[in-house]
């Protein structure tokens, strides 16, 4: 069983950034790859970013490649998400989610635990 627990989010002007962190129980952190999704009031959930076990690959959604960043502290069970240049359509909960499989997906039904998420609110 692994808990996830976001924070980090918060109200920021269009240009702006925000770093979520997202911090897990257990010690098996590192044999979980990690992703963030977000969902807008309305619409599913979309993939954001995913991160390898080890922290040696990840993998964007188009719409955030260049300007979001993720990364995990292992030694910390904690995975960030460094969100740059933030846009109004950026506006969403965001959910960071932990992942046994090896294999890269961006599908919200092979994800094994998700945390409750925290609001990240761009104003134009």
């Known amino acids: 069983q692994v808990q996830l627990v976001e924070s980090g989010g918060g109200l920021v002007q269009a240009g702006g950034s925000l770093r979520l962190s997202c911090a897990a129980s257990?010690?098996?952190?590192?044999?979980?790859?990690m992703g963030w999704f977000r969902q807008a009031p309305g619409k599913e959930r979309d993939f954001v970013a995913r991160i390898s076990r080890a922290g040696g690959t990840t993998y964007y959604a188009e719409s955030v490649k260049g300007r979001f960043t993720i990364s995990r502290d292992n030694a910390k069970n904690t995975v960030y998400l460094q969100m740059n240049s933030l846009k109004p359509e950026d506006t969403a909960v965001y959910y960071c989610a932990a992942d046994r499989s090896m294999v890269t997906t961006t599908s919200v039904s092979r994800y094994d635990y998700w945390g409750q998420g925290t609001q990240v609110t761009v104003s134009s």
């Open positions: 257990g010690r098996t952190f590192s044999a979980y790859a």
